[in-house]
Nanobody, 125 residues
């Protein structure tokens, strides 16, 4: 079984910073893309940022220039550095990992999605 454990959420004032972490553990063959999604009250889940195992990144337009995603492949961990936070960044942030569960799934290019439990980020004065 695969587990994603998130940490780093909290309450911060506008203009402040937070760093989210998500560590993948358990039995799997290889991680592929890792990313962060968020869901604000009354809104749909949206992609915030994603990073491939090779380090290629993708960001939502609303966070470009303010957020930075990175990963430590040796630790199976993804980070989201969030700077210049705005009230509209308030949401529950979810870690996502797309991975190959076994070597046979790797050769079939068969990826499985796993999700963290979510961490609340609140930006308010």
């Amino acid at each position: 079984q695969v587990q994603l454990v998130e940490s780093g959420g909290g309450l911060v004032q506008p203009g402040g910073s937070l760093r989210l972490s998500c560590a993948a553990s358990g039995s799997f063959f290889r991680l592929n893309v890792m990313g962060w999604y968020r869901q604000a009250p009354g809104k749909q889940l949206e992609l915030v940022a994603a990073i491939t195992s090779g380090g290629s990144t993708n960001y939502a337009d609303s966070v470009k220039g303010r957020f930075t995603i990175s990963r430590d492949n040796a630790k199976n961990t993804v980070y989201l550095q969030m700077n210049s936070l705005k009230p509209e960044d308030t949401a529950v942030y979810y870690c996502n990992a797309r991975l190959f569960t076994t070597s046979s799934s790797y050769w079939r290019n068969d990826l499985t999605d796993y999700w963290g439990q979510g961490t609340q980020v609140t930006v308010s004065s």
